[in-house]
C-alpha cells in the first residue's frame, strides 16, 4: 500500500538517521509523533523526548509480541525458530529466558574476559601494522572496528577463532548486510554448525568453560534452555552483539578524530580508569550506536504526552533524540569524556534492557585504549 500522505519530518528517509537538527526540531514541535509506514500504511510513533523515552520503555502496556493479524509471518519455519528469542518475546516467555542467560552471561565471566580481548585487539593491531609497513592502505573500519566485536563474541562463547570468516559471512547474511548467500542457507549452516559445538559439550565430560557450556547447562527450577531455544539465544548474540558494537567503535574513533581536544585528553590519562570509563559512557551517549529501539506494539489504547496511541500502532524510543534531550543533558551537543551525570539511554530500560551492556561496554574501552596507545598521533 502506498501512502500519498507525507510526513513533515520524513523520519523514514536514510537522511533522518543521525539528524540531530531534525531530532531537535521534533521535541521541540512533536515530540511524540505519529507517521504512517510508507510500505504497509500502519501507524507508528517516535518519541524524541528523554522523558517520554523512559515512560514509554518500563510500561507494560506495550510488548515486543504484536497482538494484531497484520504483521506478516517469517516466510520460512526455520526463519521463524531462530527469531523466536528474547528480544522478540514478552512476559512470561521472556522472564523465563532471561532469567536463564543471566545465570551464565555475568559480570565476573565478562571481567574475565579482559587479558583475552586485550590479546585480540592488540592482535589485530599487529596484522594492520604488518599491512602498513608493505605500504598498503588499510580500512581501520573494516580490519579492525568490525572484526574485533565478532571475535570478542566468539572469544565468550568459546567458539575456534579460524571459524571467523565463517561466521562473519553467516552474521551479516542474518543481518542482512550482505547478500553472499541467502538467509536460509545461512540459517541451516550456522544451525548446524552451533549443534555440532552443542553435541560435543553435551557428551564431554571435560566441556570448556565458556558461555555455550553455560548455556547448555543453565538450570533454574529444574528448568534448561530446550535446543532450539539455545540455538535462537545464540544467534540473538551474534544479532545483537555483532553491528551495534561495530557501529560503537568505529563511530567513537570518528567522534575523537572530530574532537581532538577530548581525544589527547584521553590519550594523555589512559591510566585513569574513571576517565577512561566516563569517555565509554560518553561516546555511548553521544552515538547511540542503536539508534532507535526495535518496535513495540500497544496492547491497548495508551495516552501518553497528551497523544492517543491506539491498541496495534508500534512504537520506536529514538535514543539517538533522546540521549541530546537539552531537559537532561547540559550543552547534549557538545562531546565532553569527562561529563557527569551521564545517564544516557544508549542500553535501553526496562525488562528489554541489553544483556550485553558489560561486555559491549569491556569491548569498546579495550578497542578504544589499544588503538590509541597503538596510534598515538592519530
Ligand atoms: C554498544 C553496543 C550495544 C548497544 C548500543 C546495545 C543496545 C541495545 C538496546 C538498545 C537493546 C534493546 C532493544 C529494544 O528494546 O528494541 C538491546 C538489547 C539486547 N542486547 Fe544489546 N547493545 C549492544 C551490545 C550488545 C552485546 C555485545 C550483546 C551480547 C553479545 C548484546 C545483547 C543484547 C541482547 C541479548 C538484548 C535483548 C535483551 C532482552 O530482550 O531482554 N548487546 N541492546
Excluded at 143 to 171: N, Q
Amino acid at each position: 500500500m502506498v501512502v500519498s500522505q507525507t510526513d513533515p519530518f520524513d523520519i523514514f528517509s536514510l537522511e533522518a538517521r543521525g539528524n540531530h537538527a531534525l531530532y531537535a526540531r521534533m521535541r521541540r514541535e512533536d515530540p511524540i509523533h505519529r507517521a504512517l509506514d510508507p510500505r504497509t500504511g500502519a501507524a507508528v510513533w517516535f518519541l524524541t523526548r528523554y522523558d517520554d523515552c523512559v515512560t514509554f520503555m518500563k510500561d507494560k502496556r506495550f510488548g515486543k509480541v504484536p497482538r494484531s493479524a497484520a504483521e506478516p509471518a517469517s516466510a520460512h519455519a526455520m526463519q521463524t525458530a531462530i527469531n523466536r528469542h528474547m528480544l522478540n518475546l514478552d512476559e512470561p516467555d521472556h522472564t523465563r529466558l532471561k532469567s536463564l542467560v543471566h545465570l551464565v552471561f555475568t559480570p565476573g565471566r565478562v571481567r574475565d574476559l579482559r587479558s583475552r580481548l586485550q590479546a585480540i585487539a592488540e592482535e589485530l593491531l599487529t596484522t594492520i601494522d604488518r599491512e602498513v609497513a608493505e605500504g598498503d592502505e588499510f580500512d581501520l573500519a573494516a580490519h579492525y572496528g568490525e572484526v574485533f566485536p565478532l571475535l570478542s563474541i566468539m572469544e565468550m562463547l568459546g567458539l575456534p577463532a579460524a571459524d571467523y570468516p565463517k561466521f562473519r559471512r553467516w552474521t551479516k547474511t542474518v543481518l542482512l548486510l550482505s547478500e553472499e548467500t541467502s538467509t536460509e542457507t545461512a540459517i541451516l549452516e550456522l544451525s548446524h554448525y552451533l549443534n555440532q559445538q552443542i553435541d560435543a559439550r553435551r557428551t564431554h565430560a571435560n566441556a570448556p568453560d565458556d558461555l555455550l557450556t553455560g548455556l547448555i547447562f543453565a538450570e533454574a527450577a529444574g528448568d534448561r534452555l530446550s535446543r532450539e531455544e539455545l540455538l535462537s539465544m545464540v544467534f540473538l548474540l551474534f544479532a545483537a552483539g555483532y553491528e551495534t558494537v561495530a557501529n560503537f567503535i568505529n563511530s567513537s574513533m570518528l567522534t575523537l578524530l572530530n574532537n581532538l581536544d577530548q581525544m589527547r585528553l584521553l590519550r594523555d590519562n589512559l591510566d585513569d580508569p574513571v576517565l577512561v570509563s566516563s569517555a565509554v559512557e560518553e561516546l555511548l551517549r553521544y552515538n547511540s550506536p542503536s539508534y532507535m529501539t526495535l518496535p513495540s506494539w500497544a496492547f491497548e489504547d495508551v495516552v501518553l504526552g497528551g497523544k492517543q496511541i491506539r491498541c496495534g500502532d508500534s512504537v520506536h524510543a529514538v535514543l539517538h533524540a533522546a540521549n541530546r534531550d537539552p531537559a537532561v543533558f547540559d550543552h547534549p551537543n557538545v562531546f565532553a569524556i569527562s561529563r557527569q551525570p551521564n545517564k544516557h539511554l544508549a542500553f535501553s530500560l526496562g525488562i528489554h534492557y541489553c544483556l550485553g551492556a558489560p561486555l559491549a561496554r569491556l569491548e569498546g574501552e579495550i578497542a578504544l585504549t589499544t588503538l590509541l596507545r597503538w596510534l598515538p598521533d592519530w
